[in-house]
């Protein structure tokens, strides 16, 4: 893995009704999206032009966020600039995409998908280093038994997020 060159990524914001999410892009998609309460924000890129390019994505990713705030799935998803992960969080990001709006699956179940299915605390880890939280959503993703587990930006969210999909925990 390489170290992601930040100063290229270009920073912008979508306003909701629970606060201002960050979204960064790079040259290749959306690489980057941190909740409103995410003190860890990547500060915005040098570059004062937004390309039509990148315009089209935040579009698509400012509706997406609304559409899963609202409890729909969204129609539509910008590219993914997975990048900045291991090719073992890649895969697990990956197999995270494939999980239906309003559905769970278990750390176990994605590490089967995956083809490893001894990793199940590494599929943990990969969801707590996920960078493009909600569209690739490692909220769905619980731990035995349906039991909430862990999520990088507090429980309160992924409890949230899950709700507003309709899915009913134990």
């Not at 500060?43 to 400012?62: L, Y």
């Not at 969204?74 to 999980?99: C, E, N, Y």
Request: net charge positive.
């Amino acid at each position: 893995m390489t170290t992601p060159d930040r100063s290229s990524w270009l920073c912008l914001g979508i306003a909701t009704e629970v606060g201002e999410f960050l979204a960064s892009y790079s040259e290749r998609g959306l690489v980057e999206l941190r909740f409103p309460s995410d003190r860890r924000s990547s500060s915005p890129g040098a570059s004062t032009a937004i390309s039509s390019q990148i315009q089209h994505w935040h579009r698509a990713t400012c509706a997406a966020v609304k559409q899963i705030l609202a409890g729909r799935p969204p129609t539509s998803l910008p590219p993914f600039d997975l990048s900045v992960g291991t090719k073992f969080q890649q895969r697990v990001w990956h197999a995270m995409t494939k999980i239906q709006f309003g559905k769970t699956r278990s750390y176990g179940e994605i590490a089967r998908a995956i083809g490893n299915p001894k990793a199940v605390r590494a599929v943990g880890g990969a969801c707590g280093a996920n960078p493009i939280p909600v569209l690739v959503p490692c909220h769905r993703v619980l731990a035995a038994n349906q039991k909430i587990g862990g999520f990088s930006s507090g429980l309160e969210w992924k409890r949230e997020l899950l709700m507003r999909e309709g899915v009913n925990l134990l």
